[in-house]
């Protein structure tokens, strides 16, 4: 089963081994890329849909190129979301102080490159093959009470969406194509101000899976401890004003592994300075520099100041 393979290469990344990685980016239309050291070949993919059969012919070489993002992750046997038809979907779960987080990294290998590396044109059941020295990917801490990495079961914060379409309105259970910019936004308005980057191009805090995730742009296991380590209590502040946290984790709980971070106001959880500190040191690492190869580009290079 081409699961299975894949899962063995990942299963045999060292716990040390090292990215050949360079700049982070954001364009234009805010899908995040990572440059490689290295370009890569792909394939041409059926518009149907990307086989975990045609992702053999090329997983093993990227594994090498960014093995710390892999590190510990499996292959999920079925994508979540389900309609990410072009991407592998890498997933590992991590523990925390009172949930647990399942990372995911979505790498999507549907063409998006310009023609010029082009190997062979498309068709109307193929996207082209190309190469290209760019990997396109979401990267999400998802809280879940759960204790294996599949099938993902999110910690919901809200069961469904009503959206408005031709003057009606449609309930869905479903996040396939649906629109959660709106929630997002609604999110970030519960967050101190806490970082350097503008939420209009990249929020930290992201609605999906039918809940509050956290993006980390830089996920080796270094990074990914250190996220964990702060977004569980903001997680904890976000949630307190969508559900009745107190019945599912009581607050003196929390309180209790998170001594001197919490005061409650109106059944809801607010920081106190400490925790408000953690959230500064953490976030104000993050910034965009951008020379004129990117404003012409529309690109934005993510920078993370060393610790």
Same mark, same amino acid.
């Given at each position: 089963?081409?699961?299975?393979?894949?899962?063995?290469?990942?299963?045999?990344?060292?716990?040390?081994?090292?990215?050949?990685?360079?700049?982070?980016?954001?364009?234009?239309?805010?899908?995040?890329?990572?440059?490689?050291?290295?370009?890569? =070949? %792909?394939? @041409?993919?059926?518009? *149907?849909? +990307?086989?975990?059969? !045609?992702?053999?012919?090329?997983?093993?070489?990227?594994?090498?190129?960014?093995?710390?993002?892999?590190?510990?992750?499996?292959?999920?046997?079925?994508?979540?979301?389900?309609?990410?038809?072009?991407?592998?979907?890498?997933?590992?779960?991590?523990?925390?102080?009172?949930?647990?987080?399942?990372?995911?990294?979505?790498?999507?290998?549907?063409?998006?490159?310009?023609?010029?590396?082009?190997?062979?044109?498309?068709?109307?059941?193929?996207?082209?093959?190309?190469?290209?020295?760019?990997?396109?990917?979401?990267?999400?801490?998802?809280?879940?009470?759960?204790?294996?990495?599949?099938?993902?079961?999110?910690?919901?914060?809200?069961?469904?969406?009503?959206?408005?379409?031709?003057?009606?309105?449609?309930?869905?259970?479903?996040?396939?194509?649906?629109?959660?910019? =709106? %929630?997002? @936004?609604?999110?970030? *308005?519960? +967050?101190?101000?806490? !970082?350097?980057?503008?939420?209009?191009?990249?929020?930290?805090?992201?609605?999906?899976?039918?809940?509050?995730?956290?993006?980390?742009?830089?996920?080796?296991?270094?990074?990914?401890?250190?996220?964990?380590?702060?977004?569980?209590?903001?997680?904890?502040?976000?949630?307190?004003?969508?559900?009745?946290?107190?019945?599912?984790?009581?607050?003196?709980?929390?309180?209790?592994?998170?001594?001197?971070?919490?005061?409650?106001?109106?059944?809801?959880?607010?920081?106190?300075?400490?925790?408000?500190?953690?959230?500064?040191?953490?976030?104000?690492?993050?910034?965009?520099?951008?020379?004129?190869?990117?404003?012409?580009?529309?690109?934005?290079?993510?920078?993370?100041?060393?610790?």
């Amino acid at each position: 089963m081409s699961t299975t393979v894949i899962n063995n290469m990942l299963n045999a990344i060292p716990s040390n081994a090292a990215n050949k990685t360079g700049g982070m980016y954001i364009n234009i239309v805010k899908n995040e890329f990572i440059i490689l050291d290295n370009e890569i =070949k %792909i394939p @041409r993919i059926p518009v *149907t849909s +990307l086989s975990y059969n !045609d992702a053999l012919t090329f997983i093993p070489d990227i594994i090498p190129l960014i093995p710390a993002f892999l590190y510990n992750h499996i292959l999920l046997q079925q994508r979540h979301p389900a309609n990410e038809l072009h991407s592998l979907h890498f997933v590992s779960l991590l523990q925390g102080g009172l949930v647990n987080f399942y990372h995911i990294l979505r790498i999507d290998f549907k063409f998006g490159g310009d023609s010029s590396s082009i190997i062979e044109p498309g068709s109307n059941d193929y996207y082209p093959s190309y190469t290209t020295n760019r990997l396109y990917y979401k990267s999400r801490l998802i809280p879940t009470l759960q204790y294996s990495p599949e099938p993902i079961i999110p910690m919901k914060l809200i069961q469904s969406i009503t959206t408005e379409s031709d003057q009606f309105f449609h309930t869905y259970a479903l996040f396939d194509d649906i629109d959660t910019s =709106k %929630i997002t @936004r609604e999110l970030n *308005t519960l +967050l101190p101000d806490i !970082d350097t980057i503008p939420e209009s191009l990249y929020p930290f805090v992201v609605f999906d899976y039918y809940t509050a995730c956290m993006n980390v742009i830089y996920p080796d296991s270094h990074e990914l401890a250190w996220a964990i380590a702060v977004y569980e209590p903001l997680f904890f502040i976000i949630a307190s004003h969508y559900i009745d946290l107190n019945t599912i984790i009581p607050y003196h709980a929390i309180k209790k592994a998170f001594p001197d971070f919490f005061h409650t106001a109106s059944d809801t959880l607010m920081p106190e300075d400490i925790l408000l500190n953690i959230f500064q040191t953490y976030f104000k690492r993050f910034s965009f520099s951008r020379d004129e190869q990117c404003m012409l580009k529309g690109w934005w290079q993510f920078v993370i100041a060393p610790q």
